[in-house]
């Protein structure tokens, strides 16, 4: 019992203007900054958070061209049979 749950925690650090920027799965965001520091949120972090953003975005087409292309080819097949019937 007591097994901590945070054991597979993702840590990814950003460099905005040299500033350090980290975002920990489930810990959000933290910039070292005094404006992170008065408002828990900075241009660092909002900075960091749109190339988080585009890169989940270039996974996502990454995933959905994938998914594309097993259709593609599962299709490919079929056409060739529906235009042979259409034909004759
Ligand atoms: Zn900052």
Known sequence: ???????RL?????MIDRHRVVYESGGGWHCECEEFKSTRECRH???????RAAQAM??????SVNGVLAEFTHHDVK??????????
């Open 79 to 88: 056409p060739r049979q529906a235009s042979k019937q259409r034909r004759e």
């Open 45 to 51: 972090t909002r900075e960091s958070e749109g190339r």
């Open 10 to 14: 993702i840590r990814t650090e950003y």
């Open 58 to 63: 270039i996974a996502a087409r990454v995933r």
């Open 1 to 7: 019992m007591g097994t901590p749950t945070s054991d």
